[in-house]
């Protein structure tokens, strides 16, 4: 148990002595409340808002609350300390000593340290990229590519039951756009004059070897052919073809998905009829006219019945439609049986990760989910907003492979996975990032990724040079669990002590937010802590953490620094990213 959960624990239970004496009562259990480090760490170790959320239901005034549960945490016999702060928040000071035996868990754990319960028994579906197979995956696709392989990681350390997929959109009319996109490259291979691309096919060089294999396997076979006969047979192989493109730039990320599902087979198995029938007979699908859109209407508008879903039952702002006028599905009620299968699948929550143009779909798709599952279900969006792209300070020019984008792959070749992965979680998902790929490869403190894996890299630099002093048994993390952990006593060790100890609640912390970019924060403020830790060291030998005329402070110093490397090793692999050993040694001078 985490310290966190233990003080958790103790505040409930005061809280529950405190009813029980009469000194308030309110019905029910504990409302929600946090035991968290205070904003001031002058204030004590941890804080709780307990008092504050209880006044309502108890219909006492905080400070009132607070009062009748100090007493009964000051017996808890790892809290030295029990201070009413403002309206009623309590402050506690600890014991020194428990957090010494936090970093013995740490050292003992190892990685699986911050591994939580907090989602047993709970199936969550987390869907990302889920890119048209129409090209090579684009930058922004990156961002929510690493947004959603990031949340799943998290997810899956705080215990949920994870499935990672992809949603491939090949039943669209943008398939049909590919295919003859491929075709025009198939006559191109084969000799034709073609001419400009026309408006409205794909013109990215990434489908010119497609064409070219076609020409070879298959010869002139289809030239004379009408559209009617090879627009099936190329709709396929160019799909293929474009998710074969699309798995290789996921790899080059590290991205990975358990299940791809495809929407033209769901559609051909009749999932989509399965969908809407469900909701017809729940009386939510009628036929009617709707009005048309608000402000301007549009030239193509008509009012012509339709076959309406009674969106608007469940909190959206107008009924929406699922045939089109010419008898076939809308993207929407595919979108409604897709989800409607994930349900089915067993997976009562879903999250989507979907590129911020798709904002203005949220409230629709919210609806539909929780008429299909009878208010069961729930979907979370996340939404991605855009990346500018720059280098040195300039925008990144386009691909002429892609024809109008920056490839995924020309970011990954530019500056690596890791620090693409890193770098798309230094801003919170819905907000605009700006990436400069020259500046992500600096070796300063403005460079995040850098900061954080300079730190892993000292770590291990020091247990290295301690190597020269000890024998290997002694550097272990398990030897080093068993030292004497006493001679750590300085303010800024044992705030990295705490800050090391919340990775726990920081891992439930994000996973309930679903906000995986917490992760790199955490990161960051870890990194920032040992650097300090490090330059106070070079300014007093005595702070040095390999101290020769004194092994007793040396070991519990380097048991410290197994547990700092040990939690950055932690958080990163959360993040997908590799540890670095080591770095070049012009790197020295930078922090």
């Known amino acids: 148990m985490t310290i966190y959960k233990n003080i958790h624990g103790a505040v409930a239970a005061a809280v529950a002595e405190a009813t029980k004496d009469g000194a308030f009562a309110f019905e029910g259990e ?6 968290e480090p205070p904003r001031d760490a002058a204030h004590g170790d941890l804080a709780t808002n307990i008092a504050m959320v209880l006044a309502k239901p108890a219909g006492k005034a905080p400070r009132a609350i607070a009062e009748a549960i100090k007493p009964l945490l000051e017996k808890h016999a790892d809290i030295t300390g029990v201070e009413i702060a403002g309206p009623g928040f309590i402050n506690l000071r600890l014991r020194p000593e428990i957090w010494l035996e936090e970093a013995r868990a740490i050292l003992a754990a190892g990685t699986s340290y911050g591994d939580s319960d907090l989602g047993k028994g709970i199936k969550v579906n987390v869907e990302y990229v889920s890119a048209n197979p129409t090209g090579p995956m684009h930058v922004g ?24 997929e992809y949603y491939i959109n090949d039943a669209g009319a943008q398939v049909d756009v590919l295919a003859r996109s491929v075709f025009l490259r198939y006559r191109e291979a084969l000799g034709e004059e073609t001419g400009a691309i026309p408006e409205g096919l794909y013109p990215g060089d990434y489908l010119v070897p497609v064409g070219k294999a076609l020409a070879e396997s298959e010869g002139r076979k289809w030239l004379d052919q009408p559209e009617s006969a090879w627009l099936p047979h190329f709709r396929k192989i160019a ?12 790899d080059s990320m590290n991205v990975k998905h358990a299940v791809f599902a495809s929407e033209k087979e769901l559609v051909e198995k009749g999932g989509v009829d399965r969908a809407v029938a469900f909701l017809q007979s729940k009386g939510l699908i009628y036929e009617g006219v709707l009005e048309p859109p608000k402000g301007k209407t549009p030239d193509d508008w008509e009012p012509r019945p339709q076959t309406l879903f009674r969106a608007t039952q469940f909190g959206d702002d107008t009924d929406r439609p699922l045939k089109k006028s010419d ?17 089915k699948r067993g997976y009562g929550l879903m999250i989507d990760v979907w590129g911020a143009d798709h904002g203005g779909y949220v409230k629709r798709m919210q609806s539909a989910v929780t008429a299909v599952t009878e208010g069961k279900g729930r979907l979370v969006v996340r939404l991605c907003q855009m990346i500018n792209l720059l280098k040195d300070g300039q925008p990144f ?10 490839t995924l792959r020309d970011v990954v070749d530019e500056v690596g996975a890791d620090v693409v992965r890193f770098i798309m979680l230094t801003r919170k998902s819905d907000a605009q990032l700006d990436f400069d790929l020259a500046k992500s490869l600096e070796q300063t403190r403005d ?36 030292v004497d952990l006493a001679p750590i006593a300085t303010p800024d060790e044992l705030q990295m002590i705490k800050s090391l100890a919340s990775w726990s609640r920081a891992v439930e912390a994000a996973a309930l937010a679903e906000e995986p970019h917490r992760v790199a924060f955490y990161l960051m403020d870890i990194a920032a802590q040992f650097h300090g830790l490090w330059n106070k060291g070079n300014a007093d030998a ?7 005329d004194d092994k007793r402070l040396t070991l519990a110093r380097l048991a410290l620094i197994m547990a700092a490397r040990t939690v950055i090793r932690s958080a990163l692999a959360v993040l997908g990213c590799q540890p670095m050993e080591e770095l070049r040694s012009e790197a020295t001078a930078a922090a």
């Open 30 to 35: 504990n409302p929600s409340f946090v035991v």
């Open 447 to 482: 460079n995040p990724v850098f900061y954080v894996q300079y730190a892993h890299a000292r770590c291990c630099s020091v247990l290295r040079h301690a190597a020269e002093s000890f024998s290997p048994g002694e550097l272990t993390p398990e030897a080093l669990a068993e």
């Open 542 to 548: 005595s702070l040095r953490f390999i101290v020769p």
């Open 239 to 250: 799909t293929d073809e474009m998710m074969a493109l699309i798995r290789a730039d996921l």
């Open 141 to 164: 696709h990156g961002r929510g590519a690493v947004v959603g392989d990031v949340l799943a990681s998290l997810l899956a350390k705080a215990g949920y039951d994870v499935c990672r």
């Open 327 to 343: 008898g076939s599905w809308t993207y929407f009620a595919s979108d409604i049986a897709y989800h409607y299968d994930k349900f």
């Open 397 to 406: 020019k386009m691909s002429k492979r892609a024809g109008t984008f920056v």
